[in-house]
DNA sequence: GCGATAAGTTCATTCGTATAACAAATCTCA
DNA sequence: TGAGATTTGTTATACGAATGAACTTATCGC
């Protein structure tokens, strides 16, 4: 075959400069980019605060570059300067460094079967402020439940915005409890939801009360998006986070990255089987772990109607509630020992009303788990589970918004002139 | 708490040189040489030869820019040009560039149950030479195997220089069915083998034989070598493959790279549960995949003693052979549902004795498939089984020292005067 | 044989980082 | 109390890689 000719490529500026930035092409500026983001980053994911000099040992650049772009980052108000510490060190005292709290934020959103929630997180990861507006959202219209949790994420912003006056808004994530392929909600089976573009109404909605994201929406997986509240800016962190809503769905995180998978399909632990001949599932499959582990079947299976009542039973010592949550921690260890064989997972993280009945999933689980997962002699996984927190997607999906900017500050400075 | 003061760091340029390129600091010799990689990558990832012009417009960078890389890449022998082809298009004619081949070679290395074997592949990913040893190789003496093995990688090496008088050697890998963390082989069971440094020996019998790798030898999992062969240089590639050797391992490609996990014991398939009440496995858990899928299983309820006997029984419609395969086939497709609901990928292929048998496989894992992994109403995946390689761990150790070079060429060029 | 077209090269420019020297601010010890 | 040591942060210069525009080379079409 000859040589290959390409479709004719119109030379526009700016379709080439997309192009190269698309594609892998380094230039110098997306160099400075990725400095820029590592300054920024080791600047806010250090307990303490950190000097320019800190920067420059940690990074590995100079001092004289980690001082420009300080700088650079500084003047974008995405880095704050406190006063020098005089204290023990000999030598001039240093700058310490922190991440801008008050000026840029990340507004986390989500939908889910009993609720919808907001969050504002800002860049040091901190909650600025939360809303939960209970319901019932099953076979819900989209539009409403649109229009009304995009009143709850301006709610929240206001509120934020009441406390700190200059704020300004990062960027949307949106949570969503079903299957998310980039922009679009494919099917969502709690809600009754599918094939829908939830972004454009929550775009409109800000835009009309003052809070214009830009560009700056995305939307994704509940279960991805509650992972990151586990992460506590450690950088190089490897988990699986098992989420208990409704359904139960996971998330992988590898290298302090979720595992989305190529469509964002991944993590769907709930339907992993534990049993060939079990029970049908909702999904059409026999035996899936969310007919054994699900909230709804622990409820069932324990004789009671709410979480409250099953950890009463338990306390009590109650044995239909007792057996319930072990044929669910067993049926958990199966599934759960499956994704580490094939992840090579050192951590589990429970969320959820599995965190809930933490307690007693525990025996059950770790002791199946060291006998199932075949590098457990070596290094045994660790098993434990969140505090709890009413809505950690929305909470997740602002700290998602924040992990955006931290590895992008660029997008986020104002062009130099 | 006060500006954490890290451990006197002494900065020898040596060091200081040595922790940049550790961490993430972007410098302009890591700009040149990730273009110098995207070049290569391009040239090689292309089934016709490619011209700068052509890689320019591919990649973004400027002509200019691609001009000048592919001439130092040239220089290092990395890349070949060609006559100009003259035919058919108007204006200057393109030189034709593709992958050096004859001067660049990785060799890869296996060690497996019943065979070792060694593989060389040039930077176009062509296979120069390859040659297999077969043997019982359970419980052996490592030193003597490991000696038996660099002298069969050595009379492959000479093979290839015979053909090829030019030719270096770029680097080695090791492929061993068992966990492998880092260069320490931990335990391969079906061996006997456990906490082994299998390289030294290794590099020492090459540089006595004058080929010396210099640092660049490594060691990896025998199912994540193998499934090197089945990417076609397409990019961005992702699929699980599933290795049917004694055991049952896998792994997952994600974006054209291996899955290999936090300390690369992912991919352990072959132990996921499929039936919490089946038979005791090797691994002392109960009803692993590899009980009812793994080679012995299948030949042992088949009621045959080779896979040729398998085979002729199933074409002659052996009740019980096609049994065996139905049950094997209906295991795996719990197993493998359980991978894809987890991981999202959209292929899986079969290598080894799954191949063998895989028109007999097809039909119940396809439709177990579609009805198991949720996403599959989206997309099904698809399933295919790889054309028989007597040792496809060597070819594709072989492979990922190639890839290794073309994702750091600078490594392989010579200093610049 | 001339113009159009495309591939490849050359050269001045731009921009981000490195290097090295310097200024600033504090502590230590005589 | 003051000089030297020490560390932080800044400034000036150099270097290197990519860019963009102009240029050369080589072919095809008419």
Redesign the interface.
Known sequence: ??????AS?SATAAL?AA??????????A??RE??LA?VLTQVAS??????RA?VA?????TRSTVSRLVDELVAAALVDEGDP?T???RGRP?V?LRPASGTLVGLGLEVNVWHVAASVVDLRGQSVSNRIVEGDFVDSDPARVLAQLAQVGIACLEEARAALPQLSLAGVQLALPG?V?GATL?RAPNLGWHDLQPLPPIRQALAAAGWDPGGYLWTANEADCAALTVLQGSRHD?LLYVSGEVGIG?A?I?GGQV???????????G??????GGPLCG???HGCLEVYAGRRAILEKAGVDSLDALVAALRSGDARALGAVESAG?ALA??V???L??????RVVLGGHLAVVFDWLRPTLTSELN??V??AP??PPEVSAVSLDPAPAAVGAALAVRQRVLAAPASWMPARG
Chains 1, 2 share one sequence.
């Open positions: 075959m000859s040589i290959a000719k390409p490529i080439s192009a190269r930035s698309a594609s892998g092409a380094a230039t110098q997306s160099l990725r400095n590592l250090s307990e303490s605060p950190t000097s800190d040992a940690l990074t590995g650049l510490v204290g023990g060190q240093a310490p299957l392929d494919l490897d996971s992988a590898v595992m989305t998978g190529r469509h964002g399909w991944a993590g769907e632990l339907h992993v089987c534990v049993n060939d999904c059409g499959s067993h199966i599934a020992s499956a994704a064989n094939l992840l090579d997972l050192p006998s199932r075949l590098s070596f290094s």
